[in-house]
Structure formats: structure tokens, C-alpha cells
């Protein structure tokens, strides 16, 4: 069953969600970000998901796929520049792209119109499955 929101907002927002990937890739933080997506875009917001792979087949939600590499990376500060709240889902807890969580990281102190809110749906550090492996030279 799904639930309608009965929030009302008299100014729409604009508002990304950052993740490595959004449906139709599988995956509960994929389901999750499609259900705040679409609440956040029934209330009238501006949504953009931010991410390497996926696309939105509801046309209010727009999909900006981040190139891999250094490309991707420095099409973030015009990305986020242009939010007003950015959702970081797992992006600061999860080690799959360390590179986006550290530019991410460090454009926080420099566009400080954007609130950054860090949504955590798994923590690498608390998880013996993301054990951190041993250095080798």
C-alpha cells in the first residue's frame, strides 16, 4: 500500500539526491531515494538524483549521471551549486567511490547555501562484511 504525504510547502525547493546509482538498478537505497523522489516531487519541489548509472521514468524527476573519473567529479560544484538541500544517501558511510565523497566532502565548506543532509541507510565501519583489507606495497 503505498502512503500519500499530507505535507504542503508554499515555495518549492530545489533538491538532489546523491547516491552511486537510482533505479531501475535494484537496490533497497535505489527503492528509498525513488520513494523520496517522487514524495518530494508531489509536493512540488524541484528533484534532481545525482549518480553514476539509472534513470527516472517519471519526467517531474530529473537524472544527471556523473561520468566516471575525474570528468564526473568536476561537474559537481555546477550540480550542487544549483541545490538549495542535497541528500547524501550512504555516500559518507560507504567506500565504493571515495573520490565523490571527497570532493563532495570539501565542496560542503565551500557552497554554503546548499544544506547537506547525510542520509545513512549502512555504515562500512560497523558492517564485518566491509572489513578494511590489509596494505600491501
Not at 562484511?129 to 590489509?134: A, E, G, I, L, V
Amino acid at each position: 500500500m503505498l502512503l500519500k504525504h499530507t505535507l504542503s510547502q508554499t515555495n518549492a525547493m530545489r533538491i538532489a539526491l546523491v547516491h552511486y546509482s537510482y533505479l531501475s538498478v535494484v537496490g533497497g537505497v535505489e527503492n528509498v531515494m525513488g520513494a523520496h523522489a517522487r514524495l518530494f516531487a508531489d509536493a512540488g519541489h524541484d528533484v534532481t538524483i545525482i549518480c553514476r548509472q539509472g534513470a527516472s521514468s517519471d519526467r517531474r524527476i530529473r537524472v544527471e549521471l556523473l561520468p566516471e573519473g575525474d570528468e564526473g567529479l568536476r561537474l559537481l560544484p555546477g550540480l550542487l551549486g544549483r541545490q538549495e538541500i542535497v541528500f547524501l544517501h550512504n555516500v559518507c558511510t560507504m567506500p565504493f567511490d571515495l573520490a565523490l565523497t571527497e570532493t563532495i566532502g570539501k565542496l560542503g565548506s565551500t557552497l554554503s547555501h546548499v544544506r547537506f543532509v547525510v542520509w545513512v541507510h549502512d555504515i562500512a565501519a560497523c558492517n564485518p562484511d566491509y572489513k578494511p583489507q590489509p596494505h600491501t606495497n
